[in-house]
């Protein structure tokens, strides 16, 4: 009689502590990015190569099966140019392997872009990443 209620004692025990458990593993797990959070462009660059065009320049981790489709110039703002950057998937069924990929695209740029706000959107037009970076000179 008396080991039935230290198993019953010790079963109520442990049902009482797991929740207290379970949630001290998840207290200090990183918080899953949510869908409005971007992520910034790896090594971004633009270079002018001359009075007319600037050359883009970037990386970053996509799918295997996707690739970068031709700059889309957007406004002229205070010396800021916006560029954005569609990707395309290339198969219909792809594994999800990470890869990282790089972007090189040359733009027309009137001389007078100072610096560009790069947009990479995915193929369903949700931002992918983004950053700003100022236009060297060559």
Do not use: W
């Not at 009482?16 to 910034?40: H, N, W």
């Not at 706000?117 to 970076?133: E, F, H, Q, R, Y």
Request: with cysteine; glycine share 6%.
């Amino acid at each position: 009689m008396l080991s039935n209620r230290f198993a019953a004692l010790a079963l109520a025990a442990t049902v009482l502590t797991m929740p207290a458990l379970a949630e001290d593993k998840t207290k200090d797990a990183p918080a899953a990015p949510s869908a409005e959070q971007t992520l910034r462009l790896k090594d971004l660059d633009a270079t002018r190569i001359n009075p007319n065009q600037i050359t883009i320049e970037f990386e970053y981790d996509g799918g295997a099966c996707e690739q970068v489709g031709p700059a889309e110039v957007g406004e002229l703002v205070d010396g800021t140019l916006s560029v954005t950057f569609p990707t395309i998937s290339t198969a219909e069924v792809c594994t999800m392997q990470v890869v990282e990929i790089e972007v090189e695209q040359t733009i027309q740029a009137e001389h007078i872009v100072s610096k560009v706000d790069v947009t990479l959107n995915a193929p369903d037009g949700k931002t992918i990443a983004s950053g700003t970076t100022d236009v060297d000179h060559d």
